[in-house]
T-cell receptor
């Protein structure tokens, strides 16, 4: 059973470009969470999704950021018009149901130049 | 609003001794607590969890203690090993909601 797969592992974007981060949850997991870790900081919650539904997006910046988890395919975190402050490690986690441990992917390290 | 706090940014322990990592929370709605371990350039790895109906959970060298009245939990690692050196995150959730993480504690186990 493969773990949570995130790609790409590293992503470099110029200011103003779009970044798309992908997350394939573990088999059988229908809950997906996205977290961001800024340099020297902890993990900050961004969004919690179940298949085709956003459950909690209280941690998402109001502009430029969006997330989806379609019925088929991976979850996507999309950042439009990236700025240098978006540079961070973005982690995806999945769980089979609520109130259980979530398993993390290796993360995508986004660098905005 | 920091609902989960790890007040010690770092901890240094001698190999073979006990490591105690602490975590405090403010939200009384939290009913499930977890500890994760993270190495540089990797994702967090789940270590151990505890629900609010228990006050202790043990798994090998790792034991988590929960004091609900004090809104405090701790992770004990006995005996500590050099491979335990990592960042440890405390996390909490309530009503099946998202996991809220603390800022992490860097553990260094010296051989």
């Amino acid at each position: 059973n493969a773990g949570v797969m995130q790609n790409p592992r590293h992503l470099v974007r110029r200011r103003g470009q779009e970044a798309r981060l992908r997350c394939s949850p573990m088999k059988g997991h229908s809950h997906v969470y996205w977290y961001r870790q800024l340099p020297e900081e902890g993990l900050k919650f961004m969004v919690y999704l179940q298949k085709e539904n956003i459950i909690d997006e209280s941690g998402m910046p109001k502009e430029r950021f969006s997330a989806e988890f379609p019925k088929e395919g991976p979850s996507i975190l999309r950042i439009q018009q990236v700025v240098r402050g978006d540079s961070a490690a973005y982690f995806c986690a999945s769980s089979p149901r609520a109130i259980t441990e979530a398993f993390f992917g290796q993360g995508t390290r986004l660098t905005v130049v | 609003d920091q609902q989960v706090k790890q007040n010690s940014p770092s901890l240094s322990v001698q190999e073979g001794r006990i490591s105690i990592l602490n975590c405090d929370y403010t939200n009384s709605m939290f009913d499930y607590f977890l500890w994760y371990k993270k190495y540089p350039a990797e994702g967090p790895t789940f270590l151990i969890s505890i629900s609010s109906i228990k006050d202790k959970n043990e798994d090998g060298r790792f034991t988590v203690f929960l004091n609900k009245s004090a809104k405090h939990l701790s992770l004990h690692i006995v005996p500590s090993q050099p491979g335990d050196s990592a960042v440890y995150f405390c996390a909490a959730s309530g009503y099946g909601n998202k996991l809220v993480f603390g800022a992490g504690t860097i553990l260094r186990v010296k051989s």
